[in-house]
């Protein structure tokens, strides 16, 4: 049999792209190979405003979006430290009233379903359960992608392969493609909860009246984030009830417990270290079978696209949980590749395009990195640095890549963050700042002076939108950030580079406590 396009995997990615093929070119022939029969519940719940930008206006989901999952309001931080008793007490970051653009948690299985289901309605062609066994490229030629089904293999001839395997990256990895991101050694260890704690309900409102009254938005509908050195946790509602809880770490700064203990008891032991996730998980349980281990989280393709194959979504790259950027990447990724087959189908010179597809999404997957995860997992339990950081990083994030589609449609979801010329002062800007808080954070691990600040202060602000007008926000944090270089920054002025094995060694010192590590599974 022949098609035009071969997808492999039918989630969000997979069904975006043959959604967006098929709406290009309604005679194309796509046929999507998904592996499981039907969808279980996966991490990535939280979508921001250009994910949901492309969930709603492009693949025209926001009617299911509003009546099948929850409308988020926003992320929220929590800190603590020795002298933080109980959630009032903790610090907190977060928005004073409700967002001002959309954006949503999901349940993945449901939504991916859904979107699946619409593109076999508009003609995709679907075998499921299938597996792909072999893909053999040709460039410029037919592809041959064996599938095995129930029924046996067989063999499928493509002029275009998409790989939206996801983590398992089928064509990055049978290429020599992928590559860890050794930089950036995080770990995440979820579950989905029930009986969590409400936190907009009456309980914790007549416990905690003045912490109650500060926030006059949603914080339950928030993804919630409580921090720690070197860690953070999601919190993240379901509809129905249930709760994604999950912990990410930098493994340099933070081990997670071991022993015999059940992975779903482990992760509440590590959670229970923090009075905010203490109160609110007081009472509530994992489900059994919902319980999750991921190392080693971050890495990208060194190659993306080439004449016949494209990767998309997660089977391209992924950096971090934190800002939950898996689905722009979706968004990206999806539209540029699709722009790539069509010019093909319509005879232009594919040869310079691919070059330019690959060489931009290189130099977004790194300067993403750099101007926001590099070391942030340093300063991370910080609440005044996290405090700049976050207003800088969310302003610069509405103003420059979040206002694009809402300006220009969805053409420019083709271009990822800092692919075009004009982003690189904000590149080099963003990359500044992230390191000199890492810098600060380092300086003070050495000084056992970490947290000093993570009790009793809130930044309660009113949301950012994509006016320029929300532009003196972003220059206050920059002057504020400046006052701090002069009041303590300069100490780590003259520094050099740290080294993984220091970085360790200082908050080993720092955190005379911690717990001995063990990579295991549920």
Same mark, same amino acid.
């Not at 010192?509 to 717990?515: G, L």
């Given at each position: 049999?022949?098609?035009?396009?071969?997808?492999?995997?039918?989630?969000?990615?997979?069904?975006?792209?043959?959604?967006?093929?098929?709406?290009?070119?309604?005679?194309?022939?796509?046929?999507?190979?998904?592996?499981?029969?039907?969808?279980?519940?996966?991490?990535?719940?939280?979508?921001?405003?250009?994910?949901?930008?492309?969930?709603?206006?492009?693949?025209?989901?926001?009617?299911?979006?509003?009546?099948?999952?929850?409308?988020?309001? %926003?992320?929220?931080?929590?800190?603590?430290? +020795?002298?933080?008793?109980?959630?009032?007490?903790?610090?907190?970051?977060?928005?004073?009233?409700?967002?001002?653009?959309?954006?949503?948690?999901?349940?993945?299985?449901?939504?991916?379903?859904?979107?699946?289901?619409?593109?076999?309605?508009?003609?995709?062609?679907?075998?499921?359960?299938?597996?792909? /066994?072999?893909?053999?490229?040709?460039?410029?030629?037919?592809?041959?992608? *064996?599938?095995?089904?129930?029924?046996?293999?067989?063999?499928?001839?493509?002029?275009?392969?998409?790989?939206?395997?996801?983590?398992?990256?089928?064509?990055?990895?049978?290429?020599?493609?992928?590559?860890?991101?050794?930089?950036?050694?995080?770990?995440?260890?979820?579950?989905?909860?029930?009986?969590?704690?409400?936190?907009?309900?009456?309980?914790?409102?007549?416990?905690?009246?003045?912490?109650?009254?500060?926030?006059?938005?949603?914080? $339950?509908?928030? /993804?919630?984030?409580?921090?720690?050195?070197?860690?953070?946790?999601?919190?993240?509602?379901?509809?129905?009830?249930?709760?994604?809880? %999950?912990?990410?770490?930098?493994?340099?700064?933070?081990? @997670?417990?071991?022993?015999?203990?059940?992975?779903?008891?482990?992760?509440?032991?590590?959670?229970?270290?923090?009075?905010?996730?203490?109160?609110?998980?007081?009472?509530?349980?994992?489900?059994?079978? *919902?319980?999750?281990?991921?190392?080693?989280?971050?890495?990208?393709?060194?190659? @993306?696209?080439? *004449?016949?194959?494209?990767?998309?979504?997660?089977?391209?790259?992924?950096?971090?949980?934190?800002?939950?950027?898996?689905?722009?990447?979706?968004?990206?990724?999806?539209?540029?590749?699709?722009?790539?087959?069509?010019?093909?189908?319509?005879? +232009?010179?594919?040869?310079?395009?691919?070059?330019?597809? $690959?060489?931009? @999404?290189?130099?977004?997957?790194?300067?993403?990195?750099?101007?926001?995860?590099?070391?942030?997992?340093?300063?991370?339990?910080?609440?005044?640095?996290?405090?700049?950081? =976050?207003?800088?990083?969310?302003?610069?994030?509405?103003? %420059?890549?979040?206002?694009?589609?809402?300006?220009?449609?969805?053409?420019?979801?083709?271009?990822?963050?800092?692919?075009?010329?004009?982003?690189?002062?904000?590149?080099? =800007?963003?990359?500044?700042? $992230?390191?000199?808080?890492?810098?600060?954070?380092?300086?003070?691990?050495?000084?056992?002076?970490?947290?000093?600040?993570?009790?009793?202060?809130?930044?309660? =602000?009113?949301? =950012?939108?994509?006016?320029?007008?929300?532009?003196?926000?972003?220059?206050?944090?920059?002057?504020?950030?400046?006052?701090?270089?002069?009041?303590? %920054?300069?100490?780590?002025?003259?520094?050099?580079?740290?080294?993984?094995?220091?970085?360790?060694?200082?908050?080993?010192?720092?955190?005379?406590?911690?717990?001995?590590?063990?990579?295991?599974?549920?």
């Amino acid at each position: 049999m022949s098609y035009d396009v071969v997808i492999i995997g039918g989630s969000l990615a997979g069904a975006a792209t043959a959604t967006l093929l098929r709406r290009e070119f309604p005679d194309m022939r796509v046929l999507v190979v998904e592996r499981e029969p039907h969808f279980t519940r996966r991490v990535g719940e939280a979508t921001v405003e250009i994910s949901s930008y492309f969930l709603g206006r492009v693949l025209g989901l926001t009617q299911h979006l509003n009546n099948e999952h929850l409308v988020k309001q %926003g992320m929220r931080f929590w800190f603590a430290n +020795e002298r933080t008793q109980n959630l009032q007490d903790s610090s907190e970051i977060g928005p004073k009233y409700h967002v001002r653009l959309p954006s949503w948690q999901l349940d993945r299985a449901v939504v991916d379903e859904e979107l699946l289901r619409r593109a076999v309605a508009g003609g995709v062609d679907l075998r499921r359960p299938a597996q792909v /066994t072999a893909v053999r490229l040709s460039p410029g030629g037919e592809q041959e992608i *064996d599938i095995k089904t129930a029924g046996g293999v067989e063999t499928i001839r493509s002029r275009w392969v998409v790989d939206a395997s996801g983590f398992v990256a089928l064509l990055a990895r049978k290429g020599g493609w992928l590559e860890p991101n050794t930089a950036h050694p995080i770990t995440a260890a979820w579950a989905r909860w029930r009986n969590v704690k409400d936190w907009d309900g009456r309980e914790l409102a007549e416990k905690f009246p003045e912490w109650s009254r500060r926030c006059l938005g949603s914080r $339950n509908t928030a /993804t919630n984030h409580i921090v720690g050195d070197g860690w953070w946790s999601w919190w993240i509602p379901l509809k129905g009830g249930d709760v994604s809880v %999950g912990v990410v770490f930098d493994e340099r700064l933070v081990s @997670f417990p071991q022993g015999e203990a059940r992975l779903g008891d482990r992760l509440r032991e590590f959670l229970l270290r923090h009075p905010v996730a203490r109160e609110v998980l007081d009472g509530a349980g994992w489900i059994e079978g *919902d319980v999750h281990w991921r190392r080693n989280l971050a890495y990208h393709s060194r190659v @993306f696209a080439g *004449d016949g194959f494209s990767l998309v979504g997660d089977a391209a790259s992924f950096l971090d949980p934190l800002y939950s950027p898996g689905m722009d990447v979706i968004s990206f990724t999806s539209t540029a590749t699709t722009a790539l087959i069509s010019a093909q189908r319509r005879g +232009e010179p594919l040869a310079p395009l691919i070059e330019t597809h $690959n060489a931009t @999404f290189t130099r977004s997957y790194r300067r993403w990195f750099e101007a926001i995860y590099r070391d942030k997992y340093e300063y991370l339990g910080e609440y005044d640095l996290m405090c700049l950081a =976050f207003r800088m990083d969310l302003g610069l994030y509405y103003l %420059g890549i979040v206002s694009q589609p809402f300006k220009y449609g969805a053409k420019a979801l083709a271009s990822p963050p800092f692919s075009v010329p004009v982003s690189t002062p904000v590149y080099h =800007f963003m990359r500044l700042y $992230n390191a000199r808080f890492g810098a600060i954070a380092r300086k003070r691990r050495e000084r056992r002076a970490c947290g000093r600040a993570n009790s009793r202060r809130h930044y309660l =602000f009113q949301s =950012f939108s994509i006016s320029p007008k929300d532009l003196p926000r972003i220059l206050v944090a920059a002057a504020q950030w400046g006052m701090l270089e002069l009041r303590e %920054g300069w100490r780590s002025w003259f520094s050099g580079p740290v080294s993984p094995k220091k970085l360790g060694e200082a908050a080993a010192a720092a955190s005379p406590a911690r717990v001995t590590a063990k990579a295991g599974s549920a």
